[in-house]
């Protein structure tokens, strides 16, 4: 499954790009749809429609709003909370707060943090190779916290939230991350190897905080998985939980460093 997506991501990042803009919609569109379906089982109702068109103009507005782009995904985002108060104003005032409330969460995440990766694509000079260096060195943080986990872990990292984690499958996910991302800045960006390494660390600590915020959102609602698109993974949004939670962080420091 994972080199299945891996495929489809590299084809279209490559080839057209416009194209992989329209599997990082439609991916995160499947995401928003999940945490909308979960919601429901707590009788928190977030109107999907709304929320998908503002993330995908906020998408746009990043990826085609040229050295603009920020502002662009900034004032998109701002109109979308805006329009969604008023769209559920007119529903009535019985639970407007906790509805908007968890209305705003969607449009955050994960619908506004995947229009950093629209900003990574817009680099006029190494636009796909910089989505790539933040997909790959994230990934990295789940490949390696498996591996060392099942092999070495002992030490429960947060027993109440995520009882498999481990601070040894930390230390895993931690060593991959930045050996990935060292590679793939030397490598693709033709830069030092140590910025890589610093923005594997990066990303490891925040992939990590991402996987265990959506834990206590399942935890909450009452939910294991977000969904079950992906065979053996559960939902989209149960991949996508640690590649939101880096996204800025990873953006900042490519865009300061490399």
């Known amino acids: 499954m994972g080199a299945g997506l891996g495929v489809v991501i590299i084809a279209s990042l490559y080839l057209v790009e416009w194209l992989f803009l329209a599997v990082l919609v439609a991916a995160v569109g499947i995401g928003v749809t999940e945490l909308v379906k979960s919601f429901e089982a707590r009788d928190i109702t977030v109107p999907t429609i709304p929320v998908l068109v503002g993330m995908t103009a906020m998408i746009c507005g990043a990826y085609w709003g040229g050295q603009d782009g920020p502002a662009w995904l900034v004032g998109v985002f701002a109109m979308t909370v805006l329009v969604l108060m008023i769209w559920r104003m007119f529903q009535g005032t019985e639970g407007y707060v906790r509805d908007i409330s968890a209305t705003v969460l969607v449009t955050v995440y994960p619908s506004l943090l995947a229009g950093f990766v629209a900003l990574l694509l817009a680099n006029p000079d190494q636009g796909p190779d910089r989505v790539v260096v933040f997909i790959a060195t994230t990934a990295a943080s789940d490949i390696g916290g498996y591996f060392a986990g099942i092999s070495f872990g002992r030490h429960k990292m947060s027993p109440l939230i995520s009882p498999k984690k481990t601070w040894e499958g930390f230390a895993g996910s931690a060593l991959a991350c930045m050996a990935v991302g ?77």
């Open 182 to 258: 060292g590679w793939l800045v030397a490598w693709l960006l033709e830069d030092a190897v140590w910025k890589g390494v610093l923005i594997g660390a990066v990303a490891v600590v925040f992939a990590t905080l991402g996987d265990l915020v959506e834990s206590v959102i399942k935890r909450d609602l009452g939910v294991k998985d977000m969904g079950s698109v992906l065979p053996g993974h559960g939902g989209l949004m149960d991949r996508l939980d640690s590649l939101v939670a880096a996204l800025i962080p990873v953006w900042a420091l490519l865009t300061l460093l490399v």
